[in-house]
């Protein structure tokens, strides 16, 4: 009986040893899987990353342009305008400067207003 006893208790061992293997190969099985899936997710957020940053940069470059474009035409106007005022000084400077000179020297005084 007591090799039959040995037999079995060796049966249950080896039993033993091979449910430790098949767990330590899922352990190793799980292991690979989880650093499979980050590597994937990480691969997945720079390809994520790199669509979003062409992305901003297009959307950056039509409405830089645009901005360009406006800031060119407010330049123009303002040029414009700049030269209109110059123009009507050259025009008429003098006659403005005399009538200024003229309301500083002239002083006519006058009594204050009551309030009724």
């Given at each position: ?71 060119e035409d407010a330049n123009k106007e303002a040029d414009v305008k700049v030269k209109e005022i110059k123009d009507i000084g ?27």
């Amino acid at each position: 009986m007591s090799a039959q006893n040995s037999a079995g208790i060796q049966t249950l061992l080896d039993a033993e040893r091979e449910a430790q293997k098949i767990v330590q190969k899922a352990r190793e099985y799980r292991t690979k899987r989880v650093k499979d899936a980050r590597s994937e997710a990480q691969k997945e957020i720079e390809q994520y990353r790199k669509e979003k940053d062409e992305t901003f940069k297009k959307f950056e470059k039509e409405h830089s342009s645009g901005n360009k474009k406006a800031e060119e035409d407010a330049n123009k106007e303002a040029d414009v305008k700049v030269k209109e005022i110059k123009d009507i000084g050259n025009k008429s400077g003098s006659k403005v400067v005399d009538q200024l000179l003229a309301a500083v020297t002239d002083v006519k005084p006058e009594p204050p207003r009551g309030r009724e």
